[in-house]
């Protein structure tokens, strides 16, 4: 089965730190992006990834960064952590440019900024 | 902008009960996806739908694709308490990124 690891499930960050989340999958997808889940608004792409070095930007990008110098691995960055980022963050895998093989989550990271 | 109305937005129902779930939009999709998402995991792949008026069934699950592409819905016979979750609709426009629904909360009740 493929694997989506996301690294802490729940964080607890203080306004202004730098924070990490990290992603790893261990199926050799092209396609990484992450999301944030709030309540309501389903899940709103921050960035997606389509190769390694490669970046773009999804829908809310603002306050955020990502990295992605391996191919199994998909970094977000918070750059200065605020309380509107408290959010639930899952990292997703693709195999293909196309979405009809689905996408594969990772169990979620529950970020907290106090 | 594209988007997917799912409604319900939440539904609590006993169990052994039937229902339907719909996932709306005005634009047309190439392909559409349903995913199940339970309490503290990300949401997992039920199926895929990719031709107008196409009917798939995962057990007591039964999905369609509208017609038009613009609309699906999501059935469930006989509902069971390990059916309950958020269930998350996703259309693919041309290109590869997804459009999500907000989701519908389900709830069945032993």
């Known amino acids: 089965d493929v694997k989506v690891t996301q690294s802490s499930r729940y964080l607890v960050k203080r306004t202004g730190e730098k924070v990490f989340l990290e992603c790893v999958q261990d199926?050799?997808?092209?396609?990484m992006f992450w999301y944030r889940q709030d309540p309501g608004l389903g899940l709103r792409l921050i960035y997606f990834?389509?190769?390694?070095?490669?970046?773009e930007k999804g829908d809310i990008p603002e306050g955020y960064s990502v990295s992605r110098e391996k191919k199994e691995r998909f970094s977000l960055i918070l750059e200065s952590a605020s309380t509107n980022q408290t959010s639930m963050y899952l990292c997703?895998?693709?195999?293909?440019?196309?979405?009809?093989?689905?996408?594969?989550f990772g169990s979620g990271t529950r970020l907290t900024v106090v | 902008t594209q988007l997917l109305e799912q409604s319900p937005q939440f539904l609590s129902i006993q169990e052994g009960e039937n229902l339907t779930v719909y996932c709306n939009s005005s634009?047309?999709?190439?392909?559409l996806q349903w995913y199940r998402q339970e309490p503290g995991e990300g949401p997992v792949l039920l199926v895929t739908?990719?031709?107008g008026g196409e009917v798939k069934k995962l057990k007591r699950l039964t999905f369609q694709f509208g017609d038009a592409r613009k609309d699906s819905s999501l059935h469930i016979t006989a509902a069971q308490p390990g059916d309950t979750g958020l269930y998350l609709c996703?259309?693919?426009?041309?290109?590869?990124?997804?459009?999500w629904g907000a989701g519908t909360k389900l709830i069945i009740k032993p």
């Open positions: 997703a895998s693709s195999y293909v440019q196309g979405p009809l093989s689905g996408y594969t």
């Open positions: 199926m050799d997808h092209e396609n």
């Open positions: 990834s389509y190769d390694v070095k490669m970046k």
């Open positions: 634009s047309v999709f190439s392909s």
């Open positions: 739908v990719v031709t």
């Open positions: 996703a259309g693919a426009p041309r290109n590869y990124q997804l459009i």
